[in-house]
């Protein structure tokens, strides 16, 4: 019974997009509701996770993160080391691989250093939320919106980059409250790479991913490569795939599918939209999470531009605004002497300053 309840409350989101979508199904009955599904985003989904899952299990994540705090000696030195390693990996492995990798290892080093850990959990995962908005495969909802909208890669970045910067400098400066402490829990070797042949091989997928991507190969082949290869070197890799996030963007899909066909609720939704798109994808994150509000604002707006934006740094803010944000915290509860509500506060505390700072840098210097 306990199980159940804690599936319930770590599966929150996917519930609430089956729960919507068969709501849905039943005022817009259709024969075939798989037209709403976008495959292209939910293989590559499914290709970018098996691949960096291959990274991961064949030791390249813990190799790199172990190399680099062992060179750390000092409390502040470690948090800018982890902010780093996680702010840059997540655009490319994806914000919530950045913080089931590096999330454990702040536990590892500050777990006897409680409001230390607390703080550098909570800046580690803002530095994971914006760091992954830098690139298309960085995080699920720019994956999305940059196939959904058929974005120019230059535009893109022209967007992403400033934000990136921004909220950087935010979070270095917010580093400066750390207490500069002597460490005595880094790693005492580095971890081995299991399988350098595989990696070699995954490395290959994740570049061909990449051309997929911005369109120089096609997703179907890159999907089909991968399960090719997870089949002959790696099986169990297929256990490592989130099919819970892929379903809740099924989910999601044949919801906003059905909404658009409902004449009132569209009418209203466009209203509401209109002109606003920055600031309803912002708000919209904070209750139902940056991922579905990236795919329901899609049906209402041509303006993927001001989505992108609201979507990315609606990550900050709620501890729900952000998948990968509820992930860091799950892993915190798990930890020794855990503090939930202190950790709430000052989660609640920092992202909420971050928000209204890059927010409110991204109005007015990039929107306008």
Same mark, same amino acid.
């Given at each position: 019974m306990q199980k159940i309840s804690e599936w319930f409350k770590n599966e929150a989101v996917l519930i609430i997009s089956a729960v919507a979508a068969g709501i849905s199904c039943m005022f817009v009955p259709v024969t075939d509701y798989t037209q709403y599904i976008d495959t292209d985003t939910i293989g590559m989904l499914f290709s970018l996770m098996a691949i960096v899952a291959g990274f991961k299990e064949n030791g390249v994540l813990d190799k790199m993160s172990g190399a680099l705090m062992k060179k750390a000696g000092s409390a502040r030195i470690m948090v800018l080391v982890l902010i780093l390693i996680t702010f840059f990996s997540s655009m490319l492995i994806t914000n919530d691989v950045a913080l /089931?990798?590096?999330v454990p290892l702040t /536990?590892? =080093?500050f777990g006897k250093m409680p409001s230390q850990l607390i703080y550098v959990t909570v800046l580690q995962t803002a530095a994971a939320n914006m760091g992954s908005m830098l690139t298309p495969v960085g995080n699920p909802q720019n994956l999305y919106l940059y196939n959904a909208y $058929?974005? +120019? *890669?230059?535009a893109f970045f022209k967007d992403t980059v400033p934000v990136c910067a921004v909220s950087l400098i935010l979070i270095l400066i917010m580093t400066a409250f750390v207490k500069n402490d002597k460490l005595e829990n880094t790693p005492e070797k580095t971890a081995e790479i299991e399988a350098p042949s595989y990696v070699v =091989?995954?490395?290959m997928l994740f570049v061909l991913a990449l051309l997929s991507v911005f369109g120089f =190969?096609? *997703? %179907?082949a890159v999907f089909a490569s991968v399960c090719v290869v997870v089949v002959i070197m790696e099986p169990k890799i297929f256990s490592k795939v989130d099919y819970s996030l892929l379903l809740t963007f099924v989910f999601? &899909? /044949? &919801?906003?599918? $059905?909404?658009?066909n409902i004449t009132e609720i569209q009418k209203l939704m466009n209203e509401l939209v209109s002109g606003h798109e920055f600031e309803v994808s912002l708000v919209l994150s904070q209750v139902i999470s940056n991922v579905p509000a990236a795919v329901m604002m899609s049906a209402? *707006? +041509?303006n993927g531009r001001e989505v992108l934006l609201g979507t990315d740094i609606g990550g900050l803010g709620t501890i729900i605004a952000s998948l990968a944000s509820l992930i860091s915290f799950r892993i915190y509860n798990s930890s020794e002497n855990n503090q939930k509500g202190r950790f709430m506060a000052v989660f609640t505390a920092v992202n909420v300053i971050? %928000?209204?700072v890059v927010g409110a840098f991204a109005k007015i210097v990039l929107i306008g």
């Open positions: /089931i990798t590096f /536990i590892m =080093v $058929n974005m +120019e *890669t230059a =091989v995954y490395a =190969v096609d *997703t %179907l999601f &899909f /044949i &919801f906003v599918g $059905n909404v658009k209402f *707006t +041509e971050m %928000l209204v």
